[in-house]
Every structure is written in C-alpha cells, then in structure tokens.
C-alpha cells in the first residue's frame, strides 16, 4: 500500500476511500492504496491463468495418454457397445414374445403369425391380429395384395420387411414361427413426391425409382412396392 499525509480540511471525497491510519497536528494521516481495483482484478486474473495453465496441463496429459492408449480405448468401446446392442436386442425380444427365426440359404419367407413391432405397441394389448406369409423360389414368389383404404396393406407389407430386417441383423422376430431366406437388399418403393424444379412429375418420380429397383435387384433381393 501508499502512506499518504493530506490536509484535514482538503480531503474531501477522498475521505470516503481512505483508511484511518492515525491523526497528526492538523492533519490525518491515513493510509490507502488507490489502485486497489486493479489489484484485485489482477489477483483474479492471475487465479485464472492459474487456473487455466492447470487445466491446459491436465488435458495435455489426457490427450498424450489416451493418444498412447487409443487402440486399446478403442477396443474397449467396441466391445462396450457390442454387449450393449446385443443386451438391448435380448431385452426387447423378451419383453415383446419375440421367436429366433431359422435362416436359411434360400429364398424363402414363411412368417406365421407375423406382428408389425411397432402397431402392436400402439395398439391396446390383445388387438393386434397377427398374419402370416409366404415366398419361395417354386410356388409363390410375388403376392398381389389388394384391399380397400384404410385395410392395413401398406403395415402387412412394411411388417414382412421389418422382420426380414431383424432376421438378417441376428435379431429375433415378432412373429409364433418364421423362416427367412438370406437376403442381400431390400428395396422399397413406397410414396412419392414430385420434383418439379427438375422436371419430374410424381408418375416419373416413380418410374426413376421402379428403373433402379429393376436395374439392381437380383434373386436374393426383396422388394416392395407400395402403390
């Protein structure tokens, strides 16, 4: 701090911020230090740097360990997440009355008693009616399937795929019994939108969409068209 000796009757305002320090023979002598708001911004600011020289200090050391570390971090979580998908997948399955599919190196989809997962979790319990399917090389390879508004044809067929999709991925399937063939892709063509800012109505849209399927689909694929 300053020691400053200042005239009693000339001190003023600068009485407010001074500190009584003793008096003296018509004078006060008081002492203050009037730069003590940078002082304290100062102290603060040092706290900060002391504060951020730790933490900088603190994440070079993490980034140089876990750079030395990054394989086995990275097995770790791999492994994490593994057991972790496959906990969930067991979980729903068992909640839910999923059966373990049979897979097999055909064709084939035969699905009895098949539920869309996610209607029959809409729906009150007990009102879900369950459907089957079936596809194979020999008998019956495409279904035709017809039906007024509002009749749940868009569900069945999206609930043919969902299964489908959960057979291939090693889930269980919401279904009393299915026997999926291996799939390589699945192709959908369901709804449309025009695209008028290149030129093409909805009919085209479609055909574009319907060409792709045809160009790259092969014997293993299941397709989808929802009209």
Do not use: W
Not at 39 to 54: D, Y
Not at 83 to 90: R, Y
Not at 195 to 221: P, R, W, Y
């Amino acid at each position: 701090g300053q020691h400053m000796e200042l005239d009693v009757e000339r001190l003023g305002p600068i009485a407010a911020v001074a500190v009584l320090d003793g008096v003296g023979a018509g004078f006060d002598h008081r002492h203050g230090d009037p730069c003590a708001g940078v002082v304290v911004e100062l102290h603060a600011l040092a706290h900060r740097v002391g504060q951020t020289k730790q933490v900088f200090a603190y994440r070079l050391i993490c980034r140089n360990t876990v750079e030395e570390k990054i394989a086995e971090l990275q097995k770790i979580a791999y492994i994490i997440a593994r057991v972790e998908c496959l906990q969930g997948m067991a979980e729903c399955a068992l909640r839910n009355n999923y059966v373990r599919p049979e897979i097999k190196e055909n064709n084939s989809i035969i699905i009895k008693d098949g539920r869309h997962p996610l209607i029959e979790k809409i729906l009150p319990p007990g009102k879900y009616i369950p459907n089957d399917a079936y596809f194979d090389d020999e008998k019956q390879e495409l279904i035709l399937l017809t039906g007024p508004n509002m009749s749940g044809k868009s569900s069945y067929i999206r609930q043919i795929a969902l299964i489908v999709l959960l057979a291939q991925t090693g889930n269980f399937v919401p279904a009393k019994k299915a026997e999926i063939g291996l799939a390589d892709r699945i192709f959908t063509r369901v709804g449309a939108s025009d695209n008028i800012a290149s030129g093409e109505s909805t009919f085209l849209v479609e055909m574009h969409e319907a060409a792709n399927i045809v160009n790259s689909a092969t014997q293993q694929s299941l397709i989808l068209l929802d009209e």
